[in-house]
């Protein structure tokens, strides 16, 4: 393991706004939300992470992103808050996941083994403590993908080269917020 690269410096995450299933099982495209880039944007800089992708293939949704971010990182909002302006600093919008890819290698030399995660989980799925030591024992960098709406379309996950298991509470339901389930994540995988 390399001594000065900790586990979250190795990881980024990406939400992904397409390809996603509606609650029909339909491929669609939601709608990025303030809720999600503040929220886990400031989980991914409680735990770490290197980068947090915005995925989102609108062009509309990608410019109100990015005036979100230019009100928190620029204008009023980063000096009336500069704890938000630095969550929001690992913020990049994209147009598709495989430009998230690119600039996850671009930004750090190596390309990221993709990493899926969904409530439906799925055979082979990495537990989080497996999935955990492999953070802490690996030199290798990671990319987690979380989606919106009822989450990742099948190709994606199957593409993913790990699929974590299920965040699972303790009763039968099971349909948090994706801003949830990113922080309990981030917890399980790089939590103290």
Same mark, same amino acid.
């Given at each position: 393991?390399? &001594?000065?690269?900790?586990?979250?410096?190795?990881?980024?995450?990406?939400?992904?706004?397409?390809?996603?299933?509606?609650?029909?099982?339909?491929?669609? +495209? +939601?709608?990025?939300?303030?809720?999600? $880039?503040?929220?886990?944007?400031?989980?991914?800089?409680?735990?770490?992470?290197?980068?947090?992708? #915005? #995925?989102?293939?609108?062009?509309? @949704?990608?410019?109100?992103? @990015?005036?979100?971010?230019?009100?928190?990182?620029?204008?009023? &909002?980063? +000096?009336?808050?500069?704890?938000?302006?630095?969550? $929001?600093?690992? #913020? *990049?919008?994209?147009?598709?996941?495989?430009?998230?890819?690119?600039?996850? *290698?671009?930004?750090?030399?190596?390309?990221?083994?993709?990493?899926?995660? &969904?409530?439906?989980?799925?055979?082979?799925?990495? *537990?989080?403590?497996?999935?955990?030591?492999?953070?802490?024992?690996?030199?290798?960098?990671?990319? $987690?993908?979380?989606?919106?709406?009822?989450?990742?379309?099948?190709?994606?996950?199957?593409?993913?080269?790990?699929?974590?298991?299920?965040?699972?509470?303790?009763?039968?339901?099971?349909?948090?917020?994706?801003? *949830?389930? #990113?922080?309990?994540?981030?917890?399980?995988?790089?939590?103290?």
């Amino acid at each position: 393991m390399t &001594g000065a690269v900790s586990p979250g410096d190795r990881v980024a995450i990406a939400l992904l706004h397409y390809p996603v299933y509606n609650r029909n099982h339909d491929v669609v +495209t +939601t709608a990025v939300t303030n809720l999600d $880039l503040h929220d886990i944007a400031r989980a991914a800089r409680t735990y770490g992470v290197g980068r947090y992708y #915005v #995925v989102t293939p609108v062009p509309e @949704q990608r410019e109100l992103a @990015q005036k979100v971010l230019r009100h928190w990182l620029e204008g009023w &909002g980063a +000096t009336y808050n500069p704890r938000r302006k630095e969550a $929001l600093e690992i #913020v *990049s919008v994209t147009e598709t996941l495989e430009r998230a890819i690119e600039a996850e *290698s671009s930004r750090t030399g190596q390309v990221p083994k993709l990493v899926a995660t &969904g409530a439906r989980g799925g055979a082979g799925a990495v *537990s989080f403590d497996n999935f955990s030591r492999q953070l802490k024992d690996s030199d290798d960098r990671f990319l $987690l993908l979380f989606g919106t709406g009822w989450g990742l379309v099948e190709e994606v996950t199957q593409r993913a080269d790990y699929l974590l298991a299920p965040v699972r509470g303790a009763s039968e339901y099971n349909h948090l917020s994706v801003r *949830s389930a #990113v922080s309990i994540i981030l917890d399980r995988l790089l939590g103290r």
